[in-house]
């Protein structure tokens, strides 16, 4: 049997247990994607990365992102989970402050940087993507789905991860939601989505600007905790329905009160790139024996 390092890393949060725990398995290049499809059922958390060399000119490493049923080409919480786990284990290095990621979706720069309280925030550029609003029906099936409708069109956001985002009235809203997760399952899986996103503003005055949730019950996941990738898709929704200047171009967002979690985002928007940061912390550190 081998002996693969591995880690269990809670992202988006800097306090153990608040965030979204990530599983890496570090030196996987020997493993199949049948085995590595076998160990992410195993730990059945909302996905498990396997990292490998790298094969594409200036990545630092390259990785496999599996949830519990099936890979994804790209997903934001194990994009900076991954990175912490490696820096962290000095397997790489940040150089002037990045490092890049090879995954499916290509190669995604990360930043690196310590904020004045020692802690480290990494942050991702949302790999290139397409937004498209969904026709009267679908955004109507949505909308029966989520049991509210929606206060402006969905959109679905395809940035490797294809995420339905439906903006509601407000933050209270998105905390009542209660989806009906089998024919959100049933939807997702003959179309190929990852799942639906809802977010909503908080009042003024909030730590947060917005509150999201993620469903992605097609891929095993009925609610992700707390979603990297989900969140660049809603603000890449912001920007391309023209809300910066309600919502802001650099906010917080808060995910996971829903189920017992508080995970913490910052959500900053350019003309030319939407990037996803947080912190992480090392719950669980030794080796994964297969």
């Given at each position: 049997?081998?002996?693969?390092?591995?880690?269990?890393?809670?992202?988006?949060?800097?306090?153990?247990?608040?965030?979204?725990?990530?599983?890496?398995?570090?030196?996987?290049?020997?493993?199949?994607?049948a085995q590595m499809q076998r160990i992410a059922n195993w730990t059945n958390l909302s996905e498990t990365t396997f990292v490998l060399r790298p094969t594409q000119a200036g990545a630092d490493y390259r990785v496999r992102i599996f949830t519990p049923g099936a890979e994804l080409p790209f997903a934001g919480h194990p994009t900076i989970g991954t990175a912490h786990a490696l820096l962290e284990a000095g397997a790489i290095a940040a150089r002037?402050?990045?490092?890049?990621?090879?995954?499916?979706?290509?190669l995604v720069r990360l930043d690196v940087r310590h904020a004045d309280d020692g802690a480290r925030w990494l942050s991702f550029e949302l790999p290139p993507h397409?937004?498209?609003?969904?026709?009267?029906?679908?955004?109507?099936?949505?909308?029966?789905?989520?049991?509210?409708?929606?206060?402006?069109?969905?959109?679905?956001?395809?940035?490797?991860?294809?995420?339905?985002?439906?903006?509601?009235?407000?933050?209270?809203?998105?905390?009542?939601?209660?989806?009906?997760?089998?024919?959100?399952?049933a939807r997702d899986s003959v179309r190929g989505h990852?799942?639906?996103?809802?977010?909503?503003?908080?009042?003024?005055?909030?730590?947060?600007?917005?509150?999201?949730?993620?469903?992605?019950?097609?891929?095993?996941?009925?609610?992700?905790?707390?979603?990297?990738?989900?969140?660049?898709a809603v603000a890449a929704y912001l920007r391309h329905t023209g809300q910066l200047e309600a919502f802001g171009r650099d906010f917080l967002s808060s995910q996971g009160a829903a189920v017992g979690r508080a995970g913490i985002l910052r959500l900053t928007i350019g003309a030319d790139a939407v990037k996803v940061g947080g912190n992480a912390v090392t719950c669980v550190d030794g080796h994964l024996t297969f």
């Open positions: 049997m081998a002996r693969h390092p591995f880690k269990t890393v809670d992202v988006f949060t800097a306090i153990p247990f608040q965030g979204n725990p990530l599983a890496v398995v570090f030196d996987a290049d020997r493993l199949s994607t002037d402050g990045r490092i890049n990621q090879e995954c499916a979706a290509g397409t937004i498209t609003p969904l026709d009267a029906a679908a955004a109507a099936e949505v909308a029966q789905i989520l049991g509210t409708p929606p206060v402006a069109p969905p959109c679905l956001v395809d940035a490797g991860a294809r995420w339905v985002v439906a903006q509601l009235p407000d933050a209270r809203a998105v905390l009542a939601a209660a989806p009906d997760l089998q024919r959100m399952k990852t799942g639906v996103l809802v977010f909503g503003p908080h009042p003024d005055g909030s730590a947060a600007r917005i509150e999201v949730r993620a469903f992605a019950p097609a891929h095993g996941v009925d609610e992700d905790p707390v979603c990297g990738s989900g969140n660049g």
